[in-house]
Each structure stands twice: as C-alpha cells, then as structure tokens.
C-alpha cells in the first residue's frame, strides 16, 4: 500500500461514523407528520409549525390579542406562537421570545436565548420590555419621536398622534381612557407592569448528555421532551413551568393583561387553576381541536388581570 493510500485509509477512520437509520420510534414520527394535516398547512403557509392553529384556535374564542400590545413567549422556538402574536399585535405591537435552545426568530420578534428560570434571564426580560421603545417597528418609534419632541411633521393628523401614543402606552388611546384607568395604568407602569399577554409553551428539555452521534449532540432539537412517557413526570415538570410563567406574570403582566399556559394534566393542575381565578377575571381550561388526541397537554388562559391582588394571595409566602 502506498504512503498516499494509508494516510487517506487512516483519514476515513478517524472520521465519525455515519448515524444508523432511523429507529422505529422516528419512522412513526415521520408517517405522522406527513399525515398530519396541520403539519401540512404549516408548511404551506409558512408557519414555524403546526402549533400555531392551537393559539389561533384559542384567540378566536377568547381574543388574546389587540393592536400595539407587549407580547412575552415564554419557551417560543421554533416561532409559531410569535410569528401568530406579530400577525395579531401590528401595527404598533411588539412580539420577545425567550427560549433555552437557539433557534432562528421570526421576523418582527425579539429574542433571548437563556434559561427562563434563571433570574438574571427573567431580569433582562423585563429591562427590555420597560423601555416603551425597544422591539417597536421602526416606523411606529420615528413618529412617536417625532410628537414627543413636538415636530408632527408633515402628513401626521392629530388622530394619527393619539392612536400612536396610545399604541405605546398599551393599545387604548389616551382620549379613551378613563381617569380609573390612567391612575391604574400608571400605577403599572411605576411597578415595571407593562405586558399585554404572557404566552407559556415551555416544555422540560432533555438533560445534556454525551453521544457518539454528532447529530445528535448539535441539534438541539433532538434533546426537547415532549412527553418522557411518564405521565406524572410530566405533569409536574408542565406544573413547575407553569408556576414560574404565573409569577412572571404577576411581575410583568399589566392590569387587564391575559395569559396563555400549557400544562400536562394531573392532580395538581386544580390547585393551579384556583391560583389562576385569584389573579384573573375569568380562567378557561381549552385542548383545541388542533392538539392531538392522545396528547396529555391542555391550556389554561387567564383573561384580564385583576387589580391590587397580593402576592401572597396569588402565590402564596414562598
């Protein structure tokens, strides 16, 4: 064998070895999806995944959403949620995504990579969504610009100047609002509270672990957990996440603001919904027709926030 033939055999060797077909388990996950027909609408519309029907489905009937709100998805990659909250919130809206793994946002929303239950993620969230400005689409920032440092410019009416501000003050114009109201927007404000909607779609991602397969390892996708196949691991994992997305709502979440959570359901998610009932007017269990019959996940949403609830009441002194 010549020297050239060793070293390219030596090469092919140190190489990673190819990763072994597909397992039975990924076989089904690939029949499922080509029949699944709202895996195939995704596609063609362009959405992120089939996930966005089920918020779809859920604002229909509640009305999540409206002009120039804050939206806060919590667990949002691959996107579908946001790229919903973009459609619903424009113009004047603006959409941040806040995720573990990376992932490639979608247009119109701004993102943070990091552990969510970490309190210094939780904290740079909120920095970023008190500064009225931050994650606007540029026209909507250039005009309110403009009006505050008094130069209206050509083409701007007064009823332009009003609907802006208002969609920067949280989606009601100033001019509508009554004098209740502005005192307790304001009181919300001076406490950091200025989030329209919290959306929760968290799931409980795979433990890192070493592997053989390269794939594996770099793909983060590959390590998130939909179900471990133990009902009550499930179900108190969602349970854990779910409370951690209450109390930020609690921080975060403006007085008439609503809430959108996923959980797996089981025998804590009674107590859960009690807490839901404390701190918003009205509290509805949905599984929307786009979620799979034999999935375990259902949603809990919270409309309009109540004003002055304690937070002991709602989570109690731990």
Same mark, same amino acid.
């Given at each position: 064998?010549?020297?050239?033939?060793?070293?390219?055999?030596? !090469?092919?060797?140190?190489? @990673?070895?190819?990763?072994?077909?597909?397992?039975?388990?990924?076989?089904?996950?690939?029949?499922?999806?080509?029949?699944?027909?709202?895996?195939?609408? !995704?596609?063609?519309?362009?959405?992120?995944?089939?996930? #966005?029907?089920?918020?779809?489905?859920?604002?229909? &009937?509640?009305?999540?959403?409206?002009?120039?709100?804050?939206?806060?998805?919590?667990?949002?990659? /691959?996107?579908?949620?946001?790229?919903?909250?973009?459609?619903?919130?424009?113009?004047?809206?603006?959409?941040?995504?806040?995720?573990?793994? @990376?992932?490639? @946002?979608?247009?119109?929303?701004?993102?943070?990579?990091?552990?969510?239950?970490? @309190?210094?993620?939780?904290?740079?969230?909120?920095?970023?969504?008190?500064?009225? +400005?931050?994650?606007?689409?540029?026209?909507?920032?250039?005009?309110?610009?403009?009006? &505050?440092?008094?130069?209206?410019?050509?083409?701007?009416?007064? %009823?332009?100047?009003?609907?802006?501000?208002?969609?920067?003050?949280?989606? %009601?114009?100033?001019? $509508?609002?009554? =004098?209740?109201?502005?005192?307790? $927007?304001?009181?919300?404000?001076?406490?950091?509270?200025?989030?329209?909607?919290?959306?929760?779609? +968290?799931?409980? /991602?795979?433990?890192?672990?070493?592997?053989?397969?390269?794939?594996?390892?770099?793909?983060?996708?590959?390590?998130?957990?939909?179900?471990?196949?133990? /009902?009550?691991?499930?179900?108190?994992?969602?349970?854990?996440?779910?409370?951690? #997305?209450?109390? *930020?709502?609690?921080?975060?979440?403006?007085?008439?603001?609503?809430?959108?959570?996923?959980?797996?359901?089981?025998?804590?998610?009674? #107590?859960?919904?009690?807490?839901? &009932? =404390?701190?918003?007017? $009205?509290?509805?269990?949905? $599984?929307?027709?786009?979620?799979?019959?034999?999935?375990?996940?259902?949603? *809990?949403?919270?409309?309009?926030?109540?004003?002055?609830?304690?937070? %002991?009441?709602?989570?109690?002194?731990?």
């Amino acid at each position: 064998m010549s020297v050239e033939q060793t070293i390219y055999t030596r !090469a092919i060797q140190c190489l @990673p070895q190819t990763r072994p077909a597909s397992s039975s388990s990924s076989a089904r996950w690939k029949t499922r999806q080509a029949n699944d027909s709202y895996a195939r609408e !995704a596609k063609v519309a362009g959405l992120k995944s089939r996930a #966005a029907f089920k918020l779809l489905e859920i604002n229909e &009937k509640h009305r999540l959403f409206k002009r120039g709100d804050t939206v806060v998805d919590l667990g949002y990659a /691959p996107g579908s949620w946001s790229q919903v909250a973009v459609n619903r919130t424009q113009p004047g809206g603006r959409v941040v995504g806040i995720d573990v793994i @990376p992932a490639q @946002p979608p247009r119109g929303v701004s993102t943070l990579q990091g552990n969510f239950l970490s @309190p210094a993620i939780r904290e740079e969230v909120r920095k970023f969504v008190l500064d009225p +400005m931050q994650g606007r689409p540029r026209a909507a920032r250039q005009l309110v610009r403009r009006v &505050k440092s008094g130069e209206g410019g050509e083409g701007v009416t007064e %009823e332009q100047v009003e609907v802006e501000e208002g969609k920067i003050d949280g989606g %009601e114009t100033k001019t $509508k609002m009554s =004098k209740a109201a502005l005192s307790q $927007k304001a009181l919300d404000d001076a406490e950091g509270r200025v989030v329209d909607v919290v959306l929760s779609d +968290m799931s409980v /991602p795979w433990p890192l672990a070493t592997s053989t397969w390269i794939k594996s390892v770099s793909n983060p996708w590959r390590r998130m957990m939909n179900t471990s196949g133990m /009902p009550f691991r499930d179900h108190a994992g969602s349970m854990d996440l779910c409370l951690a #997305a209450l109390e *930020f709502c609690y921080d975060t979440l403006a007085t008439g603001g609503n809430f959108l959570c996923k959980f797996y359901q089981g025998e804590e998610d009674k #107590a859960y919904e009690m807490r839901l &009932k =404390k701190l918003f007017e $009205k509290v509805y269990r949905i $599984k929307p027709d786009s979620s799979r019959k034999e999935s375990k996940e259902s949603y *809990f949403v919270g409309m309009r926030r109540k004003a002055g609830v304690s937070r %002991e009441v709602v989570l109690g002194n731990g």
